[in-house]
């Protein structure tokens, strides 16, 4: 298992108008963290690995509205995490109904082969393990539906904290208002 955790990306955000703007340190920083994964790629096909590989690109969340690197409960990316599976068996070219970011350490252990995560083991903490909060998405997978019962236990959270995304067009209407008034 290698991961990558792009961290560095988020230095160069300076606001939202660099997500328009191609000479931006935070597009650069994208473009060299897609080269330095299509190198991985490539590494991974010379080696004759790549036809047996799983891999995962995923991000927490976009970036958002204002000059900080957050994402408040208001924005939409926080709400819906890019996520991205490849590798033998995993359906090409759909679309993940629902996933959370802990679901992504479930797929992990399955692809290692390792046994399914026991949830926490701390021996301070007093109430009995329920299990991993991450939930198995089955719906990747060629041959299985499109579609799981997922329980949603962030959005559940965040819901039941009055939390919501203002709406699914709001980033991109004020990116466009930005952009009109070059």
Do not use: C
């Not at 991974?44 to 995962?56: G, H, P, Q, R, T």
């Not at 021996?123 to 997978?141: E, H």
């Amino acid at each position: 298992m290698l991961r990558l955790h792009l961290q560095n990306i988020r230095d160069s955000w300076s606001g939202p108008e660099d997500k328009l703007n191609p000479g931006s340190p935070y597009q650069k920083a994208i473009l060299n963290a897609d080269a330095l994964l299509g190198k991985l790629i490539q590494v991974l096909k010379s080696e004759n690995v790549w036809d047996n590989a799983y891999l995962i690109v995923a991000g927490d969340h976009g970036m958002g509205i204002t000059k900080e690197s957050d994402h408040p409960p208001s924005i939409i990316s926080s709400w819906s995490p890019f996520m991205n599976f490849y590798g033998p068996g995993i359906k090409k070219g759909k679309s993940i109904p629902y996933a959370e970011t802990p679901d992504l350490a479930i797929m992990i252990n399955h692809f290692l082969g390792l046994k399914p995560l026991l949830g926490h083991t701390d021996p301070n903490v007093a109430i009995k393990p329920k299990g991993a909060t991450g939930t198995f998405l089955s719906n990747i997978f060629e041959g299985n539906p499109g579609e799981i019962t997922h329980p949603k236990m962030i959005k559940r959270y965040l819901e039941s904290k009055h939390l919501k995304p203002s709406d699914d067009f709001a980033e991109y209407r004020l990116s466009m208002l930005v952009y009109l008034r070059r």
